[in-house]
């Protein structure tokens, strides 16, 4: 019923431009699996590899162990959902539906039976007759997923479908999405550039930068222990710090800040000692308390004065700022035994070790970060240039 | 090509080369470099034709300045076909300039002054004559025309009149403009309606005079239907046939009458094809000069 | 806004004259026809008369080339519209440097005045020892008609989305289904604005068919013939019936594009109130 799919060594190039560089993994039959990364990444020519529109410059595709290489779009057992859906907007409901079967050769009534059948799956029984152009965003979004279910695809493949909706619609959809995708069992490849859809749905998301694959993980690891820089501030919110990692032992290094600071820090994968690199932790890791407290044992700290502070709802957002010049934000949590400081007050700022991560500083990532600053994501992490 | 096969499939991808190919070779390239070749050689009987006589010659176009048959304009005494020649492409000028000076405001107050709604029937109407053959439309200025016609009763009212309006070139000006004058509105229209309104609204509010809202804002986007209009009308004037026959007097003949003459009458199809290939040029030379002035390219005037 | 009186009459007015002078000459001509005069005229007026329309219908000859003129618009029909479309596709679809030269080359016909299409025709298949009538009549006006189809078939396609054919595709058609089941419906209102233009251009063509037709007789090229044989208010009645069909055709389409417009408001109605249920259900 469902089938993995597996990429080795798959480089796409259009003239010289080399949109997909080198990506191996391997997609479990039943999983749902996100490719997350900014727009020009090469995510989406990596989908449209899969499903056949574009033949890789090198590498083998492959869907259920059988190598894709010169079959068409329309003999792969995928089924694509565009981004902009690409319903037939001359056909009724029920005919896109079962638009596959038709060309399959079906006859009217089964074909109808199927539709009808697949309407109640994603839930919009009754609206077999209707023209398209009088749905809602939300119901041609199901439309969609039961016209390619209708082929019975071994591979799901959807190119950001949710990125036309507004928010609320956007997050009711992704339950329903990750609902359908368990109840039929089919292996789904999902691109989005949107970190909070890839984190919520994924069983594994593999991040993608300038064509190359920079970790692939689940969504706890790829927040938690983010394999590079990249990773680090594509997902989620991070103050950095630029510096030199200093010499390492048990997996925590003494990190050498450019403003003088010396911090300590878990050491991410493949940082050498004595090497440049830069220093990642989340808002939600740092601590703000009076400064008349006892400092934690152990933890990195400095003296802050508070520059702003902004009530987001579920969490407070707090920034900072040391007598160096160096910013912090950080998220304080809207819970009332956690103190939350005044406007201008002096607080002590900490994190723990274990909580702040040094990763390799990929200058070679760099351009698309500063890039896609901007989109799809309200603030990022703070670049601290000294 | 590759890109085509990808997306139509092997079968559809050689339909439509063979049609194009068919289409651009035997109905439009090799057709016009016949009619280049027929247009060197000389006109000879059946019996000679690729005998030694045949080769290639520029008699046939320069029977056009053949001096015997002269025409004198002002002091000048010029080959009457050559006269002829000029005459059509001036008038041919003449008449793009009156169509665009009636078409410009016409197109302006239909795109940006008439609320949306009318528009769409003002453009029936519009549409019924574009729909009626040209033979017919000046059929029309035929009898309007016409001596003892209703344009001359109605100056008799006012105590004009009569005008010998079908004498000279003046019938032939007044019909190519009614005729043709659809073909210069549209195209500006086209253009105008692409233009956002607040664009003269801003200029307005910047205290620009009508003029100058015309001569800067609203002029500069409208180029490229004004460059389509004038190329189609100049070249549909100077290749009309029907028009000049009906509504000029015997005397005043059109190039077009002169081509046909060497076809039909004079059975001397080199000479013609050079007449036309002559013809052929100037509206070549008109498409490059209005495309350099207006600054627009081919695609613009093609639509 | 200055004047703004001023100038909305000013505008009005001159609308006005264009209409008219538009309208005027078409309805003298049409006139005409019921004028119980030898000479097609509207002034003096000799008395109303349906003669002219009854002679018509009597008029061999020009039935006869009622005929001719009727097939041969057929043809050119049937030719010009499949070979503009395929060569709207392939210019819309082929990604090479020759794509501008293809384009220029196909529309050069339009720009060419009727009489040089005519006689290259001729020139061109004399060489094959085809002789004139009707069937070069039909190649010529192919030669730009199909230019008009062409144009008309890639402004359609600037508003399809490819991704409707890899849609297709992607949900099993081959290529034959997705161009009979997705494109060509998506082409098929310029297909048949195209047809229709087809058909008129082809009746109403002159100068083409004058040097092509060898002694075959069309209407206009039998009209065109009058000038010198005379004209009777025979062309007149034959002119109104052309006016009177290109009437019935305008409303009709208008009244199509009317209901069109209607039911798409109707849809875009029904979509935005399914829009806001979406939100609600999920608020609830």
Same mark, same amino acid.
């Given at each position: ?42 995510? +989406?020519?990596?989908?449209? +590899? ?51 079967? $038709? ?27 209707? %023209? ?55 292996? /789904? ?17 593999? *991040? ?17 222990? &983010?394999?590079?820089? /990249? ?14 990692? $200093? ?7 003494? /990190? ?8 300590? %820090? ?65 998220? *304080? ?8 400081? &005044? ?36 603030? /990022? ?6 | ?47 000679? =034709? ?33 006269? =002829? ?86 019938? =032939? ?14 195209? =500006? ?115 | ?133 009707? !069937? ?38 081959? !290529? ?66 052309? @006016?009177? @069909? ?26 935005? @109130? ?11």
């Amino acid at each position: 019923m469902s089938e993995g799919v597996e990429l080795s060594d798959v480089s796409v190039n259009f003239g010289s431009f080399r949109a997909v560089n080198n990506v191996s993994v391997s997609i479990k039959s039943g999983e749902f699996f996100s490719f997350l990364g900014p727009s020009g990444c090469g995510k +989406t020519t990596i989908l449209r +590899t899969v499903s056949g529109f574009i033949a890789p410059s090198a590498g083998v595709v492959s869907i259920g162990g059988q190598d894709m290489a010169g079959i068409g779009p329309n003999r792969r057992p995928t089924a694509l959902i565009f981004q902009n859906l690409a319903l037939f907007p001359l056909m009724s409901v029920w005919e896109n539906i079962a638009f596959g079967l $038709e060309v399959r050769g079906a006859p009217k009534a089964a074909r109808r039976a199927k539709a009808e059948e697949l309407l109640r799956l994603v839930d919009l029984p009754g609206a077999a007759d209707k %023209a398209i152009a009088q749905l809602s965003g939300g119901q041609k979004q199901r439309v969609a997923i039961a016209r390619a279910l209708a082929v019975e695809p071994k591979v799901m493949l959807l190119d950001e479908p949710l990125s036309a909706l507004d928010l609320k619609l956007r997050q009711h959809m992704r339950t329903e999405l990750r609902a359908i995708q368990k109840r039929t069992n089919i292996t /789904f490849i999902y691109i989005t550039h949107d970190q909070g859809e890839a984190l919520a749905m994924s069983d594994r998301i593999g *991040v993608m930068s300038q064509g190359k694959l920079q970790q692939v993980d689940t969504p706890k690891n790829i927040y938690e222990n &983010p394999a590079n820089g /990249f990773v680090a501030s594509f997902v989620g919110e991070n103050n950095v710090f630029k510096g030199k990692l $200093e010499d390492v032992q048990a997996g925590v290094g003494t /990190f050498l800040a450019y403003g003088g600071e010396v911090l300590r %820090a878990r050491v991410g994968p493949g940082v050498k000692a004595y090497s440049e690199a830069k220093l990642y932790v989340r808002p939600e890791r740092v601590t703000l308390s009076p400064l008349g407290a006892t400092p934690r044992r152990g933890a990195n700290s400095a003296a802050v004065k508070i520059t702003s502070v902004a009530f987001e709802g579920n969490f407070i957002s707090v920034n900072a700022s040391d007598n160096r010049g160096r910013r912090y934000t950080v998220q *304080v949590p809207n819970d009332a035994s956690v103190w939350v400081p &005044p406007l201008d007050a002096e607080a002590r700022l900490e994190f723990d070790p274990d909580k702040a991560t040094v990763l390799q500083d990929e200058l070679a990532v760099r351009d698309s970060e500063q890039g896609e600053n901007t989109r799809g994501r309200q603030s /990022f992490a703070l670049e601290f240039a000294q | 090509m590759k890109e085509v096969v990808r997306r139509y499939g092997l079968g559809a991808t050689v339909l439509m080369v063979t049609l194009t190919a068919f289409w651009v070779l035997a109905l439009i390239v090799l057709p016009y470099l016949f009619l280049v070749d027929a247009s060197f050689r000389p006109f000879l009987p059946a019996d000679q =034709v690729g005998g030694p006589n045949d080769h290639y010659t520029l008699q046939n176009y320069l029977t056009l300045l053949n001096p015997n048959a002269t025409k004198d304009f002002l002091f000048l005494s010029i080959p009457i076909h050559l006269y =002829v020649f000029f005459q059509t492409v001036a008038l041919s000028c003449l008449v793009t300039m009156i169509t665009l000076a009636l078409g410009y405001p016409l197109a302006y107050i239909l795109a940006k002054v008439v609320n949306r709604r009318s528009v769409a029937t003002l453009f029936l109407i519009l549409l019924i004559p574009l729909w009626i053959s040209e033979l017919l439309r000046s059929f029309a200025w035929y009898i309007i025309l016409a001596y003892q016609g209703p344009l001359n009763a109605l100056l008799g009212l006012f105590g004009a009149g009569p005008i010998r309006w079908i004498s000279g070139y003046n019938g =032939v000006i007044i019909g190519l403009v009614y005729t043709y004058f659809l073909f210069m509105l549209f195209p =500006v229209y086209g253009s105008l309606s692409t233009l956002d309104t607040n664009q003269i609204e801003a200029a307005e509010d910047m205290g620009a005079r009508w003029w100058q809202i015309h001569r800067r804002v609203i002029i500069p986007h409208a180029k490229p239907g004004i460059a389509s209009g004038c190329v189609m009308v100049f070249m549909m004037c100077a290749g009309a046939l029907f028009v000049p026959k009906l509504l000029a007097s015997p005397s005043s003949r059109w190039f077009t009458e002169v081509i046909m003459q060497w076809f039909f009458e004079g059975l001397d199809w080199n000479t013609g094809s050079a007449y036309a290939f002559v013809l052929l040029l100037v509206c070549t030379i008109f498409v490059s000069l209005v495309i350099r002035i207006f600054k627009v390219n081919l695609a613009d005037i093609a639509r | 806004m200055r004047k703004p009186t001023f100038t909305k009459t000013l505008s009005n007015g001159f609308l006005g004259l264009c209409i008219a002078y538009m309208v005027l000459p078409l309805i003298i001509m049409g006139g005409a026809g019921f004028n119980d005069s030898r000479f097609p005229s509207v002034y003096p007026w000799h008395g109303f008369t349906a003669r002219w329309f009854v002679d018509l219908w009597n008029d061999q000859p020009m039935l006869d080339a009622g005929i001719n003129t009727f097939f041969l618009a057929l043809v050119v029909v049937a030719i010009s519209v499949p070979t503009g479309t395929a060569a709207a596709l392939l210019l819309n679809s082929w990604q090479s440097k020759a794509r501008p030269v293809l384009f220029g080359i196909l529309i050069a016909p339009i720009l060419t005045p009727g009489v040089v299409v005519g006689i290259s025709t001729l020139l061109f298949w004399k060489e094959f020892n085809i002789s004139a009538g009707l !069937h070069l009549s039909a190649l010529g006006q192919v030669s730009y008609i199909a230019t008009y189809v062409m144009l008309l078939v890639l402004a359609r396609l600037q508003s399809f989305d490819k991704g409707l054919e890899e849609a297709a595709l992607d949900l099993g058609a081959s !290529h034959g289904q997705v161009m009979r089941r997705i494109v060509l419906p998506h082409l098929y209102p310029a297909i048949v604005l195209g047809a229709v233009l087809a058909f008129f251009q082809s009746v109403e063509n002159y100068n083409i068919t004058l040097f092509t037709r060898g002694s075959a007789q069309t209407l206009t090229v039998y009209i065109g013939s009058m000038v010198r044989t005379g004209f009777t208010p025979e062309i007149n009645a034959l002119g109104l019936l052309f @006016i009177l @069909i290109t009437v019935a055709g305008v409303i009709y389409v208008e009244l199509r594009r009317r209901r069109h417009e209607r039911r798409e408001l109707k849809l875009e109605a029904l979509a935005a @109130i399914e829009e806001d249920k979406d939100l609600q259900g999920i608020a609830a």
